[in-house]
């Protein structure tokens, strides 16, 4: 675990280390931040690169978070929806993400054959041959963004109240990237505001959110900044797209040096959608015209691993400010 | 919503109900239970049957469940695990699921094409043509059981201590059976607790949890039986897994009627796995032996809908003692 230093708290600093060399005795001297959180227990190997079981300190340290983040809503006129880890496929193809993220969609498939093609299923699977002949698409696909469900529900609800909407979401999301970096989990979850309404409503919302994450990282007593940023677009044509939306400054991530020896984390991310939604989901304000939308999320794994790492291990021990911006009493 | 009577709460009473016409004026004078639950906002159409969002009422509620079944485990040496919604596809596999319950079964699937692929994919989605050619399987599957995956993990850890292992277990899972029954969702959450160690161990902490289940009805005013069960084993060879399954008396539930209008409703389960699980996955004992184990667990909506049926869809007026024992102060 690093130790912590008034420079690193207050500005930016992300550390020069080379690339490491993975030899046996490397691992015992020098462990990986990974191999540390899986010794500790705080994470519990699957098996699987990404997926891993969480303990309850790692649990605590993720709910203190998530209250922290919903606690902005408090006082204002909110909705909290909860949708589960999977969501439409056709709403997802609507959105275009086959065409922008095909590489990290998790669609799920379901055998739906009779007993004759299940003994074939079998058999395929006993010889580590193709064994997906009768295995289909199913009409839902894992959630890779924890807000997507919310546009085509409150399309639904007719045009928007005057002042616009405000929603609070929470979801476990799926991306496919199998890594052994801790910040690239396959399955993680995010805490999100979604506002609806009018580009300035949008903008202040985006505004503010970016003032209260320093904040907030301030309180959690984090290295952070914010920078310009951009969705990882597939292929070539991808290219354009980032260079659009980074030249419209449509996206701001936080970002937290630490977790990676080699890079900052985006930890958390505040977007302008301007009508991409709406248009498509035919979201309108009280007076008739396309809405522009936003969201600010969080990843909240990605906030936890940065809080264990500059605090360290043991939650009893962190700064006593810390401990009382995440939880009244636990841990006191 | 039905009123309760004193004779609902202290016996067991399933409505004869004769089978229901659905043309549009029946929707209207006798809306069924989902287009209750859809039309006062506490499940939130996705557009695909079995695909709901949750309100805030529906989520306190959810988590009131989840809490009081959690604290069973208070004072009792326990270990908080939490996996995420989707679990090792090889772990699955070991466990036989794909012989069993191939139906079920949510596989995640990803595009793993290049750009030229990635081209075609997006061409048949257009076209309405199979587009799942680069589309394959990945290492992992959604969770059908919140318990699948911590027994790899606990075999991991060698041998268990002399009193057994017990574990507290929470996740969504999935199940693909596409219905528009409010009982039968796609996507739905388990509070699990799992015990390892000796049959006698196992049997003496089933039987706990069955008198405790009992008592947590009376709790909160629900009517309820205990039954014997068995899982949905597929196909011809199923019957006879199901038959024997039932013979040793390894699955009991617990039963709540009311939610679906003509039969009961499974709302837990109490069972032992005998050496099922323990010699798959090498789980023994502290004395070498082959260790036995058991799960109790409960459906969180399926209880969530049961209040909703029993005691109306407002839970700032339900009977005092529901709301205390389901919360300390909220809707107080």
Redesign the interface.
């Known amino acids: 675990m690093s130790t912590q230093t008034e420079e690193q708290v207050a500005g930016f600093n992300v550390a020069e280390v080379e690339v490491e060399s993975f030899d046996e005795d490397d691992e015992l001297d020098n462990p990986t931040y990974m191999q540390q959180l899986l010794a500790a227990g705080l994470l ?5 690169d990404g ?6 300190v ?2 605590d340290v993720v709910e203190g978070i998530s209250d922290l983040i919903g606690a902005w809503g408090e006082g204002k006129q909110v ?10 496929r ?2 997802l ?1 609507e959105s275009g993400y ?2 922008n993220f ?12 009779n ?1 004759r093609s ?1 003994q074939r ?2 058999k395929c ?1 006993d010889n580590k041959e193709d064994w ?1 002949e009768d ?6 696909v ?1 959630t890779p963004v924890a807000c997507y ?1 919310v546009y ?2 409150m399309a ?1 609800r007719g045009p928007l109240p005057p002042g616009g909407r405000l929603v609070d979401i929470f979801s ?1 999301c ?1 991306r ?1 990237e ?1 890594s052994n970096q801790p910040e690239r ?4 979850r995010q805490r999100e505001f979604v506002r609806m309404g009018t580009p300035a409503q949008i903008l202040a919302f985006r505004d503010e959110w970016i003032e209260h994450a320093k904040l907030m990282m301030r309180w959690l007593q984090l290295p952070s900044s914010i920078g310009v940023a951009n969705d990882p677009f ?3 044509t991808g290219k354009l797209l980032i260079d659009s939306q980074r030249e419209q400054q449509l996206k701001f991530e936080l970002l937290i040096p630490g977790v990676n020896p080699d890079k900052v984390t985006a930890c958390g991310s505040f977007n302008y959608h301007r009508d991409k939604f709406s248009s498509l989901w035919k979201i309108q304000t009280d007076t008739g015209e396309t809405a522009h939308t936003g969201c600010c999320g969080f990843g909240l794994e990605r906030l936890a691993l940065s809080l264990f790492k500059h605090h360290g291990f043991d939650p009893k021990v962190w700064p006593r400010g810390v401990r009382e911006t995440l939880w009244s009493n636990k841990y006191a």
Chains 1, 2 share one sequence.
């Open positions: 519990i190997s699957t098996g699987v997926l891993y079981g969480r303990s309850q790692f649990e909705e909290v929806l909860r949708f589960p880890p999977a969501m439409s056709q709403v193809e086959w065409a095909p590489d990290q969609l998790g669609a799920v498939f379901s055998f739906c054959g007993e299940h299923l079998l699977l997906t295995v289909k698409p199913t009409r839902i894992m469900p085509g529900v639904a476990y799926c496919y199998p989990m396959l399955m993680f597939f292929g070539r």
